[in-house]
T-cell receptor, first 114, second 119 residues
């Protein structure tokens, strides 16, 4: 079954304590990305990756890091989380073809930073 | 620049009423894809539809229908005979077919419309 998994699904942490949210896809997609969702703002892209070792900033990259050492994994790293990073995070994996873009989303990670 | 506007922040209806969610988009690409997603209270994103820019045929799926009008850059979503289970946040999104660099494969989301259906 094609899927994108994220862990953890829920996380409450304190300011400054480094954390990593994992994302994995089993579809061999080259393109992956991270979005954050905030009330009234919709989803905004944080970082994206076109392939292994190829990553770049989206609209709201401040305070985040990513890595893409393997095709299937695209972790999101918060080196020093702050309360304004409290949000719902989605990982997405995209198949880009001539017929269209198939977008697959993970189930989301609800992060609270106190 | 790419932009998706959902002007309706919240809509409330009573069960069995019809409701239309509006979506207006902007893009310079001539080939693009439009999406609707549903986000129930549990939080996951549920894919509803993808429409290619070169296919303006309207689509119906059960109680759901979509009206794509390129002339007005709109992709509206209608729920007929709404039900309590339709209560959710609905997102409209756009993706460019031949984006360059940071735009290829990326989804541009509207801010969402909170739909509440009362029994």
């Amino acid at each position: 079954e094609a899927q994108v998994t994220q862990n953890p699904r829920y996380l409450i942490t304190v300011t400054g304590k480094k954390l990593t949210v994992t994302c994995s896809q089993n579809m061999n997609h080259e393109y992956m990305s991270w979005y954050r969702q905030d009330p009234g703002l919709g989803l905004r892209q944080i970082y994206y990756s076109m392939n292994v070792e190829v990553t770049d900033k989206g609209d709201v990259p401040e305070g985040y890091k990513v890595s893409r050492k393997e095709k299937r994994n695209f972790p999101l790293i918060l080196e020093s989380p702050s309360p304004n990073q409290t949000s719902l995070y989605f990982c997405a994996s995209t198949q880009i073809t001539g017929q269209g873009h198939e977008q697959y989303f993970g189930p989301g990670t609800r992060l609270t930073v106190t | 620049a790419q932009k998706v506007t959902q002007a309706q922040t919240e809509i409330s209806v009573v069960e069995k009423e019809d409701v239309t969610l509006d979506c207006v988009y902007e893009t310079r690409d001539t080939t693009y894809y439009l999406f609707w997603y549903k986000q129930p209270p549990s939080g996951e994103l549920v894919f509803l539809i993808r429409r290619n820019s070169f296919d303006e045929q309207n689509e119906i799926s059960g109680r759901y229908s979509w009206n794509f009008q390129k002339s007005t850059s709109s992709f509206n979503f209608t729920i007929t005979a709404s039900q309590v289970v339709d209560s959710a946040v609905y997102f409209c999104a756009l993706s460019e077919a031949f984006g360059r660099g940071s735009t290829l494969g990326r989804l541009y989301f509207g801010r969402g419309t909170q739909l509440t259906v009362w029994p």
